[in-house]
């Protein structure tokens, strides 16, 4: 770990100490709660790391500030400065991702699906199934690594993802949380590591993004292309008995589900067994009104499980 990176580090723990906390809304309630005139500016520690508020140097105490400088988490705003990363929270952990708004092509993805996904984790960790190696497939800032690598100390934790800054921030978020057991490293998918997995978890992006940020566009069909690559290769790189734990977002379309169809055709005559169940009816609702979703019914937040079965 660098100096810079040891300092966003030790920022982060400087937070921690001060009981800070931070939960990451949707990027359309972000925007609505920031165009308030009393949230033009940040007056605490949540409008600056969580809110991507700009502000007076003046705010922060000195120790704060110059972690900041030193990190090079911070950046001018007209005569003001912001800073370039958040920390949210998540299950009793702290995590760096992309400021606010994530225009950037290599932005670190963290919001409301984070908090699903972690959810949906937790509950499928609950099996008490043995595991000794598992992956998080688009790893991003990391939460479902580290939450796998907490509950599975004796396990091999892959994070894997195509994004440098996506690896670099997991890297420190895994210091943060003081798991030993995971490593980030770059992977298009699971091309580049080898082996079979008890546990494969992904939240792929989903959308159609005309930009085609890694962290946003999921290609393919309505932006499904993405997860039905991680279905696929799943199927070839799970352990006898081993799953996988997708949670990832469907568009909807004349009152049927596509994805779920396609995940259909791609499991028949294959030996896995899979489940699918809808766990928010309506995501990204503003997504509705232009591009590729103008004729689709809602866009949906999804979780499949999918199962090798036994040798």
Do not use: K
Request: charged share 20%; with cysteine.
């Amino acid at each position: 770990m660098d100096n810079q990176d040891q300092a966003l580090l030790e920022l982060a723990q400087a937070l921690r100490g001060q009981d800070y906390q931070f939960v990451t809304p949707s990027p359309l309630t972000h925007a609505r709660v920031n165009q308030r005139p009393e949230n033009q500016l940040a007056r605490d520690l949540a409008g600056v790391f969580g809110w991507s508020r700009p502000f007076y140097p003046d705010l922060l105490p000195a120790d704060l500030y110059t972690l900041m400088r030193q990190a090079e988490a911070i950046e001018p705003c007209g005569e003001l400065f912001r800073a370039r990363y958040r920390l949210s929270s998540l299950a009793g952990e702290l995590l760096w991702h992309s400021a606010y708004p994530t225009h950037q092509v290599d932005a670190v993805f963290f919001g409301p699906d984070t908090y699903r996904f972690a959810q949906a984790i937790e509950t499928c960790l609950r099996t008490g199934r043995p595991m000794r190696r598992v992956a998080d497939v688009g790893c991003g800032s990391g939460a479902g690594a580290i939450l796998a690598a907490r509950a599975l100390p004796d396990a091999e934790v892959l994070a894997l993802d195509i994004n440098p800054e996506a690896l670099r921030l997991t890297r420190i978020n895994a210091r943060l949380a003081g798991v030993s057991n995971l490593q980030a490293r770059h992977s298009d998918l699971l091309q580049d590591v080898p082996g079979e997995f008890d546990l494969l978890l992904a939240n792929p992006p989903y959308l159609v993004d005309p930009d085609q940020r890694a962290y946003r566009h999921g290609g393919g069909p309505l932006g499904a292309g993405l997860s039905l690559a991680i279905v696929e290769a799943a199927q070839q790189r799970l352990s006898p008995g081993g799953s996988l734990l997708l949670y990832t977002g469907v568009a909807m379309r004349d009152n049927g589900d596509p994805f779920r169809e396609a995940v259909r055709r791609l499991c028949e005559n294959q030996p896995v067994r899979w489940s699918y169940r809808e766990v928010d009816p309506d995501v990204f609702g503003e997504e509705l009104l232009a591009g590729a979703y103008v004729d689709c019914d809602r866009i949906a937040a999804v979780v499949l499980t999918l199962g090798r079965s036994p040798d």
